[in-house]
Structure formats: C-alpha cells, structure tokens
C-alpha cells in the first residue's frame, strides 16, 4: 500500500527585502523613483534623497517611506544622511553637452562631484553597518557611457567610467563581509534628463529634436526604443535579491545590443 503525504499548504512568501532599509539617490524622479518603488514593494523602508524637496517627498509618500533633500555636491550634506542603511542605490546623475573645447571646467568638476565623489563618500557612509551586519547590497547606476564613449560628453563619460572602477573595489572589499556591489549599465532611459539631452544634441548637431532619437541617440542601438525606468529598477531589485549574493563586480548591461558591436 502506497502513503501519500500531504504538501502542507503554501503559506505567504515573505518579500525578499522585507525589514531591510535602502537609500536611493536621486530618487525623486526617472530611474531613482523607478528604484524607490520597486525597492518598497520587495518590503524594504526606503530613504528617497533628492535635491527637489518637493518630487522627494512625494515618491516617499507612494512608497512609504522617508524623504531627504540633499545636495550630493556638498560632502557635508551627505555626512547627514541616514548610516544604517543595507541596500545602496547610486543612482542621483546630470548630463551637460559640448565639445572639449567648449566644456565648462567647472560643469566638468560638478558632475564628478555629483557623480563619482558622492558614491565614493556614500560607501564610506554606509558600508561600516554593512560590514558588521555581514549582509549588504550596493548598485550604482552606471550607463552603457561607463563602458562606451560618445562624443560631446567627457564629464558624464569620464564620471560613469569612474564609477565603473569604484564599484568594483568595493566588490573586492565587501566580498568578505557578505556585501556586494555591481553597476547596472542602461543605454538611454525615457527620463527628464535623456530628454535634456535631446534637446542639447539637437543645439550641437544643428538638427530638430525628432531627428535625435533615431539618428544620435540610439543610432549604435540594435533595439530602436527608449527603456523605461521599471527595466531598470528590475534589474536593481534583482541584484539586490537573495539569489544574487555571488554576483559581484559585473555590469549589467541594458543597452539594446549596443556594446554587441
């Protein structure tokens, strides 16, 4: 005679980041509210940073969690953001368009301090809790221009290629405490700042903005579309899940094909 044993019944899955606490940079609009809300419906207490006071405290509002307005410029205002934080998003950015010749040095300067010494000092921030709790999570949000060049963009390109570097020591570093730190790579995102920049590459190569997208932006893109920002906030939230602890020190690229080429 055969026994047939029962399944128990499946209880609620408990969601992969519940009791866990992320920071969100930039958070306020496009890919960091993308992150914000994604982050929260995987259970997680989310910081949204942003320097739009208004645009933080209303992601904070859907998401459920706590705003902070924030210049990533001033090191002293990061000094005044939230330690005990397990998840890291990197993700506050700005974009200006012009050739070497006419780059502002100071516009140049700006954007590695928004972008390469902000994350810099956001790890320092963050990353002792991490440690002495033996679990962590860092993604930056890079580009597929931290893997790639176009022209017109040393800043921004200089600033994701930096950022590139960073995440990866802090992979090497945070390996032995049970912290993981990785770049996610978009190509170009349907968000207020790609549309800044069409608007800038329209100045710069003389033609009307419709022509951008097709002919500038996504000319070296095999897929012809923008992604949206819950592509990559997907992306975000899988490399912050429990599955992905052996999964460090890589770029994840979501760039149409572009760097297949």
Known sequence: MTTHISAPPPGPVPAPLHGRTALVTGGGSGIGRACVLALASAGATVHVVDRDGGAAKAVAGEAGGQAHVADLADPDAIGLLPRDVDVLVNNAGLQHVAPLTAFPPERFELIQRVMVTAPFLLLRHTLPHMYGQGWGRVVNVSSVHGLRASPYKSAYVAA????????????????????????????????????????????????APGQVLADVLLARSPVKRLLEGEEVAAAVLWLCGPHSASVTGVSLPLDGGWTAG
């Open 160 to 207: 994701k290629h930096a950022l590139e570097g960073l995440s990866k020591v802090a992979a090497l570093e945070g390996a032995p405490h049970g912290v993981t730190s990785n770049c996610v790579n978009p190509g170009y995102v349907r968000t207020p700042l790609v549309e800044g920049q069409i608007r800038d590459q329209a100045a710069a190569h003389g033609i």
